[in-house]
């Protein structure tokens, strides 16, 4: 199965490939962006170089890398998994680089995977983790339509604490009400 490049205005998210390994590394070597998405694990260079190298051919899952259009370079992931098509369900889950956080890639990125997942799959519900001290990203959920449906306490490590998930999902009646009609 061919992953596919989805355009948006601003954006291009485009499989993942084996060249976006430095980006990646980059990007997991963030502290503050692995506090916020809950990444407590520790990776080799190795296991980033293998795991990109990886993604296309990787079943019931999308994982994109989100770019600018016109320039290719590797800013962030943006990830469909755990996609049941029987269900009619799957997770998103999105990370940024810190220097491209804030400018509004994330929120198209999401609205073109979200096409992808109602559009091209024809998925029914798609849902996310998102933690409580992550306010600004449980913001931009909301804005695009998703809702909260339950909390896991405790669910996170938070330095030497705890911080609870957010469990948010979105449905395919909600995300075309959703829609600006053209």
């Known amino acids: 199965m061919e992953k596919p490049t989805l355009q948006g205005e ?7 490939r084996a060249s976006d390994a ?14 916020l998405t809950g990444t407590t694990a520790s990776f080799t260079r190795q296991e980033i170089d293998a795991w990109c190298a990886s993604r296309a051919t990787a079943q019931d ?11 290719d370079t590797f800013r962030g992931e943006i990830v469909l998994n755990e996609v049941d098509e029987h269900v009619g369900s799957a997770n998103l889950r999105l ?14 990125g999401i ?13 029914h519900r798609v849902e996310l983790d998102v933690l ?5 990203a449980k913001s931009l959920y909301e804005n695009i339509g998703f809702r909260i449906e339950g909390r896991k306490r405790d669910a996170y490590r938070d330095g030497d604490g705890w911080c609870d998930a957010i469990i948010m999902a979105i449905l395919e009646d909600e995300y075309r009400a959703a829609q600006i009609p053209s």
């Open 10 to 16: 601003m954006i291009v998210l485009r499989p993942i």
């Open 22 to 35: 430095n980006a990646m590394w980059e990007m997991l070597a963030d502290p503050e962006g692995n506090r």
């Open 61 to 71: 899952r999308y994982d994109f890398a989100v770019t600018v259009d016109g320039d």
């Open 95 to 108: 990370s940024m680089g810190p220097q491209y956080r804030g400018r509004g890639y994330g929120t198209e």
């Open 111 to 123: 609205q073109l995977v979200l096409g992808l997942a109602f559009d091209g799959l024809g998925l």
């Open 132 to 136: 409580s001290i992550n306010a600004r």
